[in-house]
C-alpha cells in the first residue's frame, strides 16, 4: 500500500528545535511540490511550507526565519528543518503533495509538543 511516513517529532522546550522527515512513495516525490501541514488540538490542519522539485520554498508566515524545508529527491524524502520552536507549534506534522489533485491518503503524523 503506498503511504507516507513522517518521523522525528517529540517533546521539546521552547526555543529549541528538532528535524522532521517523511518518506513519500516515488510516484507522487519525484514529480510533485511536496508540503508539510500541522494540525494543532482542535484547529483544522494547516499548510506550514512547500518545497518544489527544483528547490523553490515558501513558508506560513508564522515559520518564516524558523522553519526550513528541504527535500532530497534521491531518497524520495522531504525535511522539516524547525529551530526556536514556540509551544503554539505544537502539533502534529504531516507531509503531503501540496496539491490536494495529487494527494495520497494522510499518514499517520509525527507528534510535536513544545512545552517547558
Known amino acids: 500500500q503506498v503511504q507516507l511516513v513522517e518521523s522525528g517529532g517529540g517533546l521539546v522546550q521552547p526555543g529549541g528545535s528538532l528535524t522532521l522527515s517523511c518518506a513519500a512513495p516515488?510516484?507522487?516525490?519525484?514529480?510533485?511540490?511536496m508540503a508539510w501541514y500541522r494540525q494543532a488540538p482542535g484547529k483544522q490542519r494547516e499548510l506550514v511550507a512547500t518545497?518544489?522539485?527544483?528547490?523553490?520554498?515558501v513558508y506560513v508566515d508564522s515559520v518564516k526565519g524558523r522553519f526550513a524545508i528541504s527535500r532530497d529527491n534521491a531518497k524520495n524524502t522531504v525535511y522539516l528543518q524547525m529551530n526556536s520552536l514556540k509551544p503554539e507549534d505544537t502539533a502534529i506534522y504531516y507531509c503531503?503533495?501540496?496539491?490536494?489533485?495529487?494527494?495520497?491518503?494522510w499518514g499517520q503524523g509525527t507528534q510535536v509538543t513544545v512545552s517547558s
Open positions: 518545497v518544489t522539485v527544483g528547490g523553490y520554498r
Open positions: 503531503n503533495a501540496a496539491n490536494s489533485n495529487y494527494r495520497l491518503p
Open positions: 516515488r510516484s507522487i516525490f519525484s514529480i510533485y511540490t
